[in-house]
């Protein structure tokens, strides 16, 4: 696997984490599946490779990748404007938070205990999604810059979505980390454009 295709992947958990933020804020429901998956890779410490932290394949980042490339694309009449909001938003919150040692060690601590959870009940389960939505208000959240969710506010006010949206988005923030320290830069976004639209060509076809 090349070094663009392994930052592809984490890129694709970004716009996956992306996704279904606006969808949750939006419709007001996505699979647990989808959740779960986006949930686990907080949790995984020392991956062998970069798919590891997926759970070993990719194959839940489709609607990611799927993200990805409309925004790659720049078609006008299908620009997914508010998940390439959050996506660059949290891209640039992670570089902040990367600065602050004190956030990263906190985090640690709070991801022994959602693992330690975990020994009991299931990852979606609403202990443990509020448990990662007070992780992000707790590190995220202090920092001048917010990601103001937009959509229907009969969803967003519900209390459950909306620590869903919040964990979601503390996820998207893991793989953007992941991403930069595979050597992610956001001018590959406007600069290797194409390159980007051939890999993910070849992830959304295997």
Same mark, same amino acid.
């Given at each position: 696997?090349?070094?663009?295709?392994?930052?592809?992947?984490?890129?694709?958990?970004?716009?996956?984490?992306?996704?279904?933020?606006?969808?949750?804020?939006?419709?007001?429901?996505?699979?647990?599946?989808?959740?779960?998956?986006?949930?686990?890779?907080?949790?995984?410490?020392?991956?062998?490779?970069?798919?590891?932290?997926?759970?070993?394949?990719?194959?839940?980042?489709?609607?990611?990748?799927?993200?990805?490339?409309?925004?790659?694309?720049?078609?006008?009449?299908?620009?997914?404007?508010?998940?390439?909001?959050?996506?660059?938003?949290?891209?640039?919150?992670?570089?902040?938070?990367?600065? !602050?040692?004190? &956030? %990263?060690?906190?985090?640690?601590?709070? +991801?022994?205990?959602?693992?330690?959870? /975990? =020994? *009991?009940?299931?990852?979606?389960?609403?202990?443990?999604?509020?448990?990662?939505?007070?992780?992000?208000?707790?590190?995220?959240?202090?920092?001048?810059?917010?990601?103001?969710?937009?959509?229907?506010?009969?969803?967003?006010?519900?209390?459950?979505?909306?620590?869903?949206?919040?964990?979601?988005?503390?996820?998207?923030?893991?793989?953007?980390?992941?991403?930069?320290?595979?050597?992610?830069? !956001?001018?590959? &976004? %406007?600069?290797?454009?194409?390159?980007? +639209?051939?890999?993910?060509?070849?992830? /959304? =076809? *295997?």
């Amino acid at each position: 696997m090349t070094p663009l295709q392994e930052q592809l992947i984490a890129l694709g958990g970004v716009f996956q984490a992306a996704h279904l933020v606006h969808k949750l804020a939006t419709t007001g429901q996505i699979h647990d599946a989808a959740l779960a998956g986006m949930l686990k890779t907080l949790l995984v410490r020392n991956p062998q490779d970069t798919l590891a932290v997926y759970g070993g394949d990719d194959y839940g980042l489709l609607d990611g990748y799927r993200t990805l490339q409309s925004a790659l694309l720049r078609d006008a009449h299908n620009l997914p404007r508010e998940s390439l909001r959050y996506a660059m938003s949290m891209l640039s919150l992670e570089q902040q938070f990367s600065r !602050r040692n004190d &956030l %990263l060690e906190l985090t640690s601590q709070r +991801l022994e205990q959602v693992e330690r959870k /975990l =020994a *009991h009940m299931d990852i979606t389960s609403e202990s443990v999604i509020s448990s990662c939505a007070e992780l992000y208000q707790d590190t995220i959240s202090t920092f001048n810059q917010r990601i103001q969710v937009h959509g229907d506010m009969r969803f967003l006010q519900h209390d459950l979505t909306a620590a869903k949206i919040r964990a979601l988005l503390f996820a998207g923030i893991r793989s953007a980390r992941l991403w930069r320290q595979l050597g992610g830069h !956001r001018w590959q &976004l %406007l600069f290797k454009r194409r390159a980007m +639209l051939n890999a993910l060509q070849h992830r /959304l =076809a *295997h």
